[in-house]
């Protein structure tokens, strides 16, 4: 079965200036663009050092010691914003009017702070994406296709299921955060459901701390997205599952009347080596054949959202897809998530003898 899973590339690059040059930076964003070709022009960090020893180790051409100085570079250029979410509204007060600009995903710590983002971008005219890159990993590019094929007949079910052991050491400004697992890990899920089957009516969602992870506020959520009586949809995520491999999970399921896809997500298994991707399809009555992937979630999703905003910008693409005109409605079903979460389970009724 023929699947779309590439975005397709620009014929003309724009060069890249990235501000931020922590982890993320140099473990996908970097690797992704030279795979890609894609020029990086500069890079800017308020550690200086660490600008610069960027800029050394991947053959950029300017380290900026300035947030100003980066960018006075003007409208020839495409900005990569990777900084913790409180500091996206201040960073794009600089961006130039006009500008093209990729944001790190997550739109702000809350929607409050979205809606200030978005608020920004809407003053300043900047064409503005957030990096949910899931969409453009060429599993859920296969999927995406697939179901626009109607392969699986009309979608019945979507479900997630995560139980995997995360190092959450690796990621210690996580500690201070009041929001953890659904605002940094399961946003991508969240982002990834409502771009296939748009908005729920609303959100059963709980999400909770573990010993386990003592550090950490949430490590485990479940949710129900509602669909109405027709799509069922569900998230089951743990993190703390420290035992063996063997029953290690990361996957979606997609089932319809025709149908079913299950795809694994390899990036989360025994993170950050990680295991390859899958992707597997049946149709009803048949047995399940593996679909070959041209690529996995890290990094090779990192080049297709790129590609679209470089696209967009050069005006190959008509639609910039993670747009934060789109993206401001996954952090409202974030915000319904937490806010859900605070409210109190329905009762049992009150047993009672009956004479």
């Not at 979630?297 to 897809?321: K, P, R, Y």
Request: glycine share 6%.
């Amino acid at each position: 079965m023929q699947l779309q899973q590439t975005w397709n590339k620009p014929t003309k690059t724009t060069p890249i200036i990235i501000i931020g040059a922590g982890g993320i930076v140099t473990d996908a964003h970097l690797p992704a663009y030279k795979q890609a070709g894609f020029p990086v022009h500069g890079i800017f960090d308020l550690n200086i050092e660490r600008a610069q020893e960027v800029a050394r180790d991947w053959s950029i051409e300017r380290a900026f010691e300035t947030l100003e100085d980066a960018a006075a570079s003007g409208l020839d250029f495409i900005y990569d914003l990777a900084l913790p979410p409180a500091a996206i509204s201040s960073v794009l007060a600089h961006i130039p009017i006009g500008a093209t600009v990729l944001i790190q995903k997550p739109m702000g710590e809350n929607f409050e702070q979205a809606q200030e983002i978005l608020g920004v971008c809407r003053a300043r005219q900047l064409n503005a994406a957030i990096n949910f890159q899931l969409r453009f990993s060429p599993q859920m590019l296969a999927v995406r296709d697939a179901i626009s094929q109607e392969k699986l007949g009309d979608l019945l079910e979507i479900e997630v299921h995560l139980n995997v052991n995360t190092p959450w050491h690796l990621f210690p400004f996580l500690k201070s955060m009041e929001r953890v697992e659904i605002a940094v890990h399961s946003i991508h899920y969240l982002d990834l459901i409502r771009s296939m089957v748009g908005a729920p009516k609303g959100v059963f969602a709980r999400t909770m701390r573990d010993p386990r992870s003592a550090d950490m506020a949430q490590t485990r959520t479940s949710a129900i997205l509602d669909y109405g009586q027709e799509l069922r949809c569900v998230m089951s995520i743990n993190h703390n599952h420290n035992y063996d491999a063997k029953f290690q999970t990361c996957k979606f399921r997609f089932e319809g009347t025709k149908g079913a896809l299950m795809t694994q997500i390899g990036v989360n298994l025994n993170y950050p080596e990680g295991e390859p991707d899958e992707l597997w399809f049946a149709e009803t009555g048949s047995e399940w054949q593996q679909i070959d992937l041209e690529g996995s979630w890290f990094i090779d999703a990192f080049v297709g959202v790129m590609s679209n905003v470089q696209c967009f910008h050069n005006g190959e693409d008509d639609t910039l897809v993670t747009s934060v005109e789109d993206c401001i409605e996954t952090m409202a079903l974030v915000e319904a998530c937490f806010e859900a979460d605070q409210l109190p389970s329905h009762p049992l009724p009150r047993a009672e003898a009956k004479d």
